[in-house]
C-alpha cells in the first residue's frame, strides 16, 4: 500500500515501466505520468481519495491505461493535458484515445475511469 505521499507512483524522463496491481490511498495525486517519451502501461491500480487526480498525464508524455479504479479523488479520476499529451485507455474490449491541449480535461470524477470512454474529437468523456 502506497499511503500519504504528493505522488503515489511517478513515471518520467521517458521512461515506460510497466505500473500494475498497486494499492495508491490518500495521496496528493495517484499516479503522475510526464515528461516526452514516458510510455508507461497502468494497469489494475486501486487509487482512492487523493486530493487532486487519481491519474495525471501530462507534459507530451503517454501511455496505455487499462482496468485502474479510482474512487473518491479530489478532482479527475484521469485527467489528460498539455500539447502533445497522448493516452490510450482500454476497458474491456476496444480501447479509446484521448489527445491533451493546454487545459485539455478528462474526467471520470467519482467513478472508476475504466467505466467511460474519451472521444478523441471533442475530449469528452461519456459513462458506458
Known sequence: MIRGNDVG????E?????VEENEIAG???GIVVSDAGSDPLVASNA???CRSAGILVDGA?????EGN???GPGA??????????FATTRAGPGSSTGRGTSGGLATSRG???????????TQALKRR
Open 69 to 71: 479504479g479510482v474512487a
Open 76 to 85: 479527475a479520476g484521469i485527467r489528460v493535458e498539455g500539447a502533445g499529451t
Open 111 to 121: 467513478r472508476p475511469p475504466d467505466r467511460a470512454v474519451l472521444n478523441p474529437q
Open 61 to 65: 508524455a503517454g501511455g496505455v491505461y
Open 47 to 49: 487509487i482512492a481519495g
Open 14 to 18: 521517458g521512461a515506460a515501466p510497466a
Open 9 to 12: 507512483v511517478g513515471v518520467t
Open 27 to 29: 495521496c496528493v495525486f
